[in-house]
């Protein structure tokens, strides 16, 4: 089977990077928009191919997890031998369970959409839910961008920084972090009001004079993180503090709330496929190496190994 890259419309450069980095060429994929907003793509020449349809799902989150289904439908119908989606950001992964009663399983929705389309599997980078390959039909590969972003961060952190987990379900995130880093961690606890707005309620860990890096898998609003520096201040850490998120969604007060506090760097990827925020403090990682690294590998049909979030 022959290789082949196809690019949904917000997953473009990101396919660009990692067919350059593959040495192949891009599929040929058109989508058209109705004038009422319906999509139509349409694939050629990937007939027998082994086929990765490139496609996050960020902002505007409904509107581009249609667009995957409608691909990975077009290429199964265009004679594909084999179709595995790509999606670096996975949309509805928060919602992995219901908090009251009358709400839905948004990630079990989504994943069984995806499955419809008859896909040989999934690839993710950093889910907000470990559960998601559970609720996942296909095979999943959850990769991690974590060693990437610990590179990139070494340049600045030092042996008595300290990684703080935003909140409970970002402890092992930051552990990942600190066992390649060689520093400690600490943890908030939160609670959320909103959506959008989140508070403090306590700080475990000792943190006065520590330069500190807060991690989580993303940055959305901004709020999670605010509130963990604000608390990591009052607890008396150095003024000095880091950011790393694979994904960068940085949706309405991000950006505001980010730069109205003492922060130094915020490190993210391209994971969304879309423009990140300009400002100096926001660093861009490419995942480009480390899809086409998985990409490759699945292709000649090689283990992933140390690519995966549980190593």
């Known amino acids: 089977m022959t290789l082949q890259i196809v690019a949904g419309t917000v997953g473009q450069r990101l396919a660009g990077d990692i067919t350059t980095a593959l040495g192949i060429e891009a599929g040929a994929c ?12 349409a694939v050629a020449g990937i007939a027998g191919a082994d086929v990765y349809v490139v496609q996050p799902t960020g ?3 409904a509107e581009h997890v249609v667009e995957l289904l409608l691909l990975l439908d077009a290429c199964r119908r265009a004679g594909a031998a084999r179709v595995t989606a790509v999606v670096p950001y996975f949309g509805y992964a928060r919602q992995d369970r219901r908090s009251r009663a009358g709400q839905p399983v948004g990630a079990r929705v989504l994943a069984g959409a995806i499955a419809s389309t ?21 095979p999943v590969e959850m ?8 590179q990139a961060l070494a340049t600045s952190v030092t042996s008595d920084a300290i990684i703080v987990a935003p909140d409970l379900g970002a402890a092992k995130l930051a552990e990942h972090y600190a066992s390649l880093l060689h520093t400690r961690v600490a943890l908030v606890r939160k609670s959320r009001e909103s959506g959008s707005r989140v508070r403090a309620e306590e700080l475990v860990g000792a943190v006065v004079g520590a330069p500190a890096v807060v991690v989580d898998d993303m940055i959305s609003t901004g709020g999670t993180v605010s509130a963990a520096v ?3 201040l009052d607890h008396g850490s150095a003024p000095d503090v880091a950011v790393a998120a ?9 950006t505001d709330r980010l730069s109205a506090l003492p922060i130094q760097r915020v490190v993210v990827t391209n994971s969304t496929g879309q423009q990140q925020n300009t ?7 490419s995942i480009a190496p480390l899809l086409a690294d998985a990409i490759g590998r699945l292709h000649r049909g090689e283990p992933l190994d140390e690519l995966l979030v549980h190593t």
């Open 143 to 150: 990769l991690t961008a974590v060693p990437l972003l610990a």
């Open 118 to 138: 008859q896909v040989h599997r999934l690839i993710v980078v950093d889910p907000h839910t470990p559960a998601l390959e559970a609720m996942c039909p296909m």
């Open 230 to 232: 604000e608390i990591l």
């Open 59 to 61: 902002p505007p989150v």
């Open 279 to 285: 400002m100096p403090i926001f660093e861009v990682h």
């Open 30 to 41: 058109v989508v058209d928009r109705f004038p009422d907003g319906e999509l139509r793509p």
């Open 246 to 254: 694979t994904h960068g969604l940085l949706i309405g007060p991000a």
